[in-house]
């Protein structure tokens, strides 16, 4: 996944996505927040770019189909394909992300606890459907009040049916056997959320 420049706010893409403000750029992708002229709705939008937009589109359908209506699961609302990028348009949530609030001053170790129980329900949500995070970090836990939602499912794989878009994988937190075998299971994502609580437990 390659780099880019940042959209300017007032840009509009696919003549309905109008851009307001970056919220946060990462290894994967740039987020931004847009106002999506269709639907008269806020969202957040996440742009990759990838060698294959249309494989890639389709595992995100796929994700969104799998993991649509969970309470600590946010919602993909479509995915687009836009020159040699895609475009993943997400329910916004004003109250950021974990590492958002971490950046912002103090968590109460209880606050942070009662993120990661929804957090492990997102992923035991994610794991009956037979999903392997990959990417669980303090970035990726958007905060609405007292409800924690899991986002950004760009590097997940679906070991029965071998489906990934992508090899790389948030190597900060995976397992031993992520990190050495390259071997992933509902136990590495886990382990990523233990490493996620031990960073905002200790702010």
């Known amino acids: ?31 931004y927040l847009v106002f999506n002229r269709n639907l008269s709705v806020l969202s957040a939008l996440k742009v990759v770019y990838v060698s294959d937009p249309e494989r890639h589109v389709a595992v995100v359908e796929a994700q969104a189909t799998s993991l649509c209506g ?16 895609v475009l993943i ?36 949500f994610a794991h009956s459907k037979g999903i392997i995070h990959r990417d669980v970090k303090p970035a990726n836990i958007m905060i609405s009040g007292n409800l924690a939602k899991l986002s950004d499912f760009g590097t997940a794989i679906h070991p029965e049916s071998g489906a ?19 071997e992933f299971s509902a136990r590495s994502d886990v382990f990523a959320a233990g490493m996620t609580l031990q960073r905002a437990a200790n702010n």
């Open 1 to 31: 996944m390659l780099d880019r420049p940042v959209i300017d706010p007032g840009t509009v893409l696919l003549e309905k996505y109008e851009v307001i403000r970056l919220l946060g750029r990462g290894q994967f992708g740039a987020v």
């Open 70 to 85: 969970h309470d600590h699961v946010v919602k993909i609302r479509t995915a687009d394909r836009f020159d040699n990028a």
């Open 89 to 124: 348009e997400l329910e916004y949530l004003e109250g950021g992300s974990l590492a958002d609030r971490l950046r912002s001053g103090f968590v109460p170790i209880g606050e942070s606890i009662s993120y990661m129980k929804h957090v492990l329900f997102a992923l035991d």
């Open 164 to 182: 990934r878009v992508t090899e790389d994988f948030y190597r900060p937190h995976a397992s031993p056997e992520a990190q050495n075998l390259d």
